[in-house]
């Protein structure tokens, strides 16, 4: 968490505000958290799971930029300079990624797992820099325990007509630890009953009466 929120206070563009979500943590997240002082304000509240998590955080959100960083996570110091600036310069774009790459956790013995530490363009929440628009016209992200949150909420932004664009600059370096999500079976399976439901919508719609598949 620290390292994480050095990461943002670091930035060649500082965010003018830092919030940080205390989601029933039994971490010392929020402890951690305001030992920034003034510079980060911190909301606690019950477990609910990632997506309730970042909602909190939106509905106390001021500005007209958005980014979120999970508590493992680190930017680049120029991640939100690089992109507000290309926000600035393409008016007609919604959101703005960047490129990633993971790390080992220290806890990790490199030589007992596979470790692909390639750099490879991102569409995850890490990695966003979004307009306030963007957001409300997407709706919440989704909340519950053990589940996908971004990804469902990504593609209900897309369906809604938000454009994206990927930067070619390295902006996000993600943590891979034992407790990641995608080494969670639960969240694993979640996930591809959501890729499931949204491939039976699309083919249900593209059977639907006065359609051509």
């Known amino acids: 968490m620290a390292e994480a929120i050095k990461s943002a206070l670091a930035q060649t563009c500082p965010p ?14 929020g402890e951690v958290a305001r030992s920034f002082g003034d510079k980060v304000r911190c909301i ?3 477990n609910r799971g990632v997506g309730a998590a970042r909602n909190t955080g939106l509905q106390h959100a001021r ?6 960083l999970d508590s493992d996570d680190l930017w680049a110091e120029r991640k939100l300079e690089l992109q507000a600036a290309y926000l600035r310069a393409h008016p007609e774009t919604d959101m703005v990624f960047c490129h990633m790459k993971p ?3 220290p806890e990790i013995n490199a030589r007992a797992r596979k470790f692909d530490a390639r750099e490879i363009p991102a569409c995850n929440a890490g990695s966003l820099l979004a ?3 963007a957001f409300a016209k997407a709706g919440a992200f989704p909340a519950g325990k053990n589940i996908q949150e971004f990804f469902p909420w990504f593609v209900r932004a897309c369906d809604a007509g938000m454009t994206h664009h990927i930067l070619p600059e390295l902006l ?3 943590r891979v630890h034992l ?7 639960q969240s694993r399976l979640a996930y591809v009953r959501f890729l499931k439901q949204r491939l039976d919508r699309k083919r249900s719609s593209a059977a639907a009466p006065g359609i051509v598949p």
């Open 63 to 68: 500005g007209s930029l958005i980014a979120l």
């Open 172 to 174: 996000l370096l993600r």
């Open 44 to 46: 606690s509240q019950e």
């Open 103 to 105: 790390f080992l956790s």
């Open 16 to 29: 003018a505000e830092i919030i940080v979500v205390d989601d029933g943590s039994t971490d010392r997240t």
């Open 179 to 185: 407790t990641n999500s995608v080494n969670d079976p």
């Open 131 to 133: 307009r306030r628009e």
